[in-house]
């Protein structure tokens, strides 16, 4: 089940004695916790009604007690458990499992699971990206009640969640903007582990920038949102192939000045070097795209920026750029000169001698 689903089933008032949330995007699970609350409880009694719990610090008798009473001048009781390492296996749990590493223990959750009433509504929160199905305690959740997977939001779900956001602060943002606002943010890049909350502060950062403007332009998106090191790289190597200079050594200025070491700006370099003449090489002998994709091992969306910026360079300029990488970290490892000076003339010689 996804978050869309489960929300229509607590405003039909179907809610099930229990469920487990789990997935990446913890933006759209505290929401539908409030989407839940405000449903289910009247406000003024919220503390009587509601009851969250760190799954590392119960036990069996903590979420008995938080369970047993009912609920009070409100339509269900609502009992929060997060990260109850008994969903992890005993590797991933180690210690945290405590008492939960008793058989007792684990047998005593699930009989009581299994005999809930329908006065309360048992929510079990885990921040995984995927769940054991075999899982005793997944079988007796899904027997009772409902699991409710939150994946990060994409197509129409997202462009619509960019455009109300910014409508909250009295911003239009054209639909041919909104796909540049996504791509500028990295919210689909793995490495990156970005959040619907990490668009809602950029969203807020735009907004309260432009207070005396209606509508986000492109260049607004350019000039006030932060960029990501692969990003700012991605432009690095753009402005190289383009033999601009100048606004290759401004880019990397701004990614120094920003506290990027100059060591893993070289490594960023170097990756991205790589990864061109790997899909180019490849692609010279014949493998299709999905197949260099699955050799490479990037995001669909990471590998399709790389597979166009590649297009700029050839094979042999992408092998002296890389010698020239290793004379440089080289240099600055072995040498006196200052990193940011070697830098520098690395991005030179990238743009006028390869």
Same mark, same amino acid.
């Given at each position: 089940?996804?978050?869309?689903?489960?929300?229509?089933?607590?405003?039909?008032?179907?809610?099930?004695?229990?469920?487990?949330?789990?997935?990446?995007?913890?933006?759209?699970?505290?929401?539908? %916790?409030? @989407?839940? /609350?405000? #449903?289910? =409880?009247?406000?003024?009694?919220?503390?009587?009604?509601? *009851?969250?719990?760190? +799954?590392?610090?119960?036990?069996?008798?903590?979420?008995?007690?938080?369970?047993?009473?009912?609920?009070?001048?409100?339509?269900?009781?609502?009992?929060?458990?997060?990260?109850?390492?008994?969903?992890?296996?005993?590797?991933?749990?180690?210690?945290?499992?405590?008492?939960?590493?008793?058989?007792?223990?684990?047998?005593?959750?699930?009989?009581?699971?299994?005999?809930?009433?329908?006065?309360?509504?048992? %929510?079990? @929160?885990? /921040?995984? #990206?995927? =769940?054991?199905?075999?899982?005793?305690?997944?079988?007796? *959740?899904?027997?009772? +009640?409902?699991?409710?997977?939150?994946?990060?939001?994409?197509?129409?779900?997202?462009?619509?969640?960019?455009?109300?956001?910014?409508?909250?602060?009295?911003?239009?943002?054209?639909?041919?903007?909104?796909?540049?606002?996504?791509?500028?943010?990295?919210?689909?890049?793995?490495?990156?582990?970005?959040?619907?909350?990490?668009?809602?502060?950029?969203?807020?950062?735009?907004?309260?920038?432009?207070?005396?403007?209606?509508?986000?332009?492109?260049?607004? =998106?350019?000039?006030?949102?932060?960029?990501?090191?692969?990003?700012?790289?991605?432009?690095?190597?753009?402005?190289?192939?383009?033999?601009?200079?100048?606004?290759?050594?401004?880019?990397?200025?701004?990614?120094?000045?920003?506290?990027?070491?100059?060591?893993?700006?070289?490594?960023?370099?170097?990756?991205?070097?790589?990864?061109?003449?790997?899909?180019?090489?490849?692609?010279?002998?014949?493998?299709?795209?999905?197949?260099?994709?699955?050799?490479?091992?990037?995001?669909?969306?990471?590998?399709?920026?790389?597979?166009?910026?590649?297009?700029?360079?050839?094979?042999?300029?992408?092998?002296?750029?890389?010698?020239?990488?290793?004379?440089?970290?080289?240099?600055?490892?072995?040498?006196?000169?200052?990193?940011?000076?070697?830098?520098?003339?690395?991005?030179?010689?990238?743009?006028?001698?390869?």
């Amino acid at each position: 089940m996804n978050y869309k689903e489960f929300i229509k089933i607590v405003k039909d008032d179907k809610l099930k004695p229990v469920y487990l949330f789990f997935g990446e995007e913890d933006y759209l699970i505290d929401e539908t %916790i409030k @989407v839940v /609350k405000k #449903t289910c =409880i009247d406000e003024n009694f919220e503390a009587l009604n509601y *009851i969250a719990l760190d +799954g590392k610090d119960v036990d069996f008798d903590k979420i008995l007690n938080a369970c047993e009473t009912l609920p009070f001048m409100s339509k269900k009781k609502i009992v929060l458990i997060k990260d109850l390492p008994l969903f992890k296996s005993k590797k991933e749990a180690g210690e945290d499992l405590g008492e939960w590493s008793e058989p007792k223990s684990k047998e005593l959750l699930i009989k009581y699971i299994e005999s809930l009433g329908d006065y309360l509504c048992l %929510i079990f @929160v885990e /921040k995984l #990206t995927s =769940i054991r199905k075999t899982n005793p305690l997944y079988k007796a *959740i899904s027997k009772v +009640g409902d699991v409710v997977e939150f994946k990060k939001l994409r197509g129409k779900d997202l462009d619509d969640w960019i455009q109300d956001s910014f409508k909250k602060y009295n911003k239009k943002i054209p639909k041919s903007n909104i796909n540049y606002f996504t791509q500028q943010s990295s919210y689909f890049n793995s490495k990156q582990e970005k959040t619907l909350y990490d668009l809602e502060n950029e969203i807020m950062k735009i907004s309260n920038y432009l207070s005396n403007e209606k509508e986000v332009t492109k260049e607004n =998106i350019d000039s006030l949102m932060a960029k990501p090191l692969e990003m700012n790289v991605f432009n690095l190597l753009n402005s190289i192939s383009q033999k601009n200079g100048e606004n290759a050594i401004k880019l990397f200025n701004e990614m120094y000045i920003s506290g990027e070491p100059v060591l893993f700006i070289l490594h960023m370099i170097v990756r991205q070097l790589r990864n061109m003449l790997n899909i180019k090489a490849l692609k010279a002998k014949g493998y299709t795209e999905g197949q260099i994709n699955d050799k490479i091992g990037l995001s669909k969306y990471e590998y399709r920026k790389v597979l166009n910026q590649s297009n700029n360079f050839t094979i042999p300029q992408l092998e002296r750029s890389l010698i020239h990488c290793l004379e440089t970290d080289k240099s600055i490892k072995t040498s006196s000169i200052d990193d940011r000076l070697a830098l520098e003339i690395l991005i030179t010689n990238l743009c006028f001698k390869i």
